[in-house]
């Protein structure tokens, strides 16, 4: 299976390296797309190789979608072909497990309407704007949809995931 | 299942996290013991908080104990009752999983002659010296013990050890 996950610098490190290690222990392989081709820093010391440009992506190659958090997705969700690849996978229904501030990124696709759904706290209004029906739990999982609200949910977001993709 | 996690201040930071959450996901209990009941503070950023002494360890309470890197082991390997708790879950088979430095205290306990493992590679002559047959592998499983070199290891280390917990 493949899967993309898309992050940029001062992203959260384990809400990075926590997905990325536990899709390549799943057997997966796993691209990560960032908006420049280079290493990208984490908030505090992770390090990861992006590989992939926002118009390189072809959301038609992946099993599945990764959203990590931090401060990556206020800038990652400026991005059109960015936005682009999200909703195609949203749209077709593969798994998206976006967690923290990534859901910043599914607001943004406007792809949220009616959806259920968790996030950070500090943006929690935003998903609700957005038409979303907002819950406080640390795992929500609404069709293909795979959300959590911070690095302690971590676990039981990629349990769920993990779940999705084996379906 | 109940799985002891033994570490110290200046662990690294993913050889605690990843195994942590990647048993909280597999849905055990894990206890962290540490020579001071409190939060213990990463190499980095990552804290985790320390609920058990030294002296406290019922090591026959446990399906499974995990030993994470950084210079915590060389802490850890000088006190007399983790080197005690971790021989027993040695002696009685217990999956043990050891990664990067965790395998001082291994070295220590006396348990590694005659095993099969891997380890950081600047340990490797004290595996040797203390009767290990080294291999240079990202996962090495000799019976009960699954060793790992270094952090981006994590994936396979893990992979192996939850493998080990479930028979």
Chains 1, 2 share one sequence.
Do not use: W
């Not at 493949?2 to 809400?15: F, G, Q, R, V």
């Amino acid at each position: 299976m493949k899967i993309l996950l898309i992050t940029y610098d001062n992203c959260d490190d384990s809400e990075v390296l926590y997905p990325y290690f536990r899709m390549l222990e799943e057997g997966c392989e796993v691209d990560v797309a960032s908006l420049e081709r280079r290493t990208i820093n984490a908030k505090y010391h992770f390090k990861i190789d992006a590989g992939l440009l926002p118009e390189e992506i072809n959301a038609a190659d992946y099993d599945g979608l990764i959203l990590p958090g931090g401060t990556a997705p206020e800038k990652l969700r400026q991005n059109q072909r960015i936005l682009d690849a999200v909703s195609y996978m949203m749209d077709k229904g593969l798994p998206v497990a976006s967690i923290c501030h990534g859901q910043q990124i599914l607001i943004s696709t406007g792809r949220l309407k009616g959806r259920t759904a968790t996030c950070y706290p500090g943006i929690r209004d935003d998903l609700i704007n957005a038409g979303a029906n907002y819950v406080n739990e640390r795992v929500v999982v609404d069709g293909n949809l795979v959300t959590s609200r911070r690095p302690e949910d971590l676990p039981y977001f990629m349990g769920e995931f993990v779940k999705l993709l084996r379906k």
